[in-house]
């Protein structure tokens, strides 16, 4: 158990609608990092945010956008969902956004039929 | 841009047996880590081996190994006395480690390693 906890685990919704995932970094963790894995694309980096702020932003396309709460948790909206965004969205953390490891949590399974 | 390259999509080996996977990276940055990250079937990612670019010697974890060839930008994944449970697949990742504030992990596109009994 890496200590992130990402929320659903499986979401399975129509096109054009919004969902929302939820990632709790592991205690102490101030950093959050946003991975999207599909088949054709391999893992990219979607976004990265530390205490707060905004920090990096990678691959995010507009109609996705994500944020950090005073509580450090995190969650990343995507709206006007295409059959193209089925994929596995990983929340990962760390302690400063600049240390040698990054916890992930298991991930958040979205199809979109 | 850094790449990360992984030029092997599947890869088999024998239970007890030797297997080593390759990676590669393209990047003009001297300080920088290597990862490789197993991802079984149940999609957690495990952080398998860690190699920092100052140092020379390879990192060792257990039944895990690297060969970092820093001149010729390759990295791979040598495990040893093969078990069922290293049966997942595999990513290289590449993360800078100065020179900004984007730390983001760049990974290869995996390498799915199975395992024989």
């Known amino acids: 158990d890496s200590g992130v906890t990402q929320t659903p685990k499986h979401l399975i919704t129509a096109t054009g609608q919004r969902v929302t995932l939820r990632c709790s970094p592991r205690s102490g963790d101030l950093s959050v990092y946003w991975y999207q894995q599909s088949l054709d694309q391999g893992l990219q980096f979607l976004i990265q945010y530390y205490n707060g702020e905004e920090r990096a932003k990678g691959n995010i396309l507009e109609r996705f956008s994500a944020q950090q709460f005073p509580d450090l948790h995190s969650e990343l909206n995507l709206s006007s969902l295409e059959l193209g965004d089925s994929a596995l969205y990983f929340c990962a953390s760390s302690r400063t956004g600049n240390d040698r490891e990054l916890f992930f949590g298991e991930g958040s399974r979205l199809t979109v039929l | 841009a850094q790449t990360v390259t992984q030029s092997q999509p599947e890869m088999s080996v024998q239970e007890a047996e030797t297997v080593t996977l390759s990676c590669t990276y393209d990047t003009s940055e001297s300080d920088y880590y290597l990862f490789w990250y197993k991802q079984p079937p149940s999609r957690q990612m495990i952080l398998v081996i860690r190699q920092e670019a100052y140092k020379q010697q390879n990192a060792t974890e257990n039944r895990f190994s690297v060969n970092f060839q820093k001149a010729a930008k390759s990295f791979s994944l040598k495990i040893s006395d093969s078990q069922l449970g290293d049966a997942a697949m595999y990513f290289c990742?590449?993360?800078?480690?100065?020179?900004?504030?984007?730390?983001?992990?760049?990974f290869g596109k995996g390498t799915l390693l199975t395992v024989n009994p």
């Open positions: 990742a590449y993360r800078r480690n100065s020179g900004g504030s984007n730390y983001k992990l760049t």
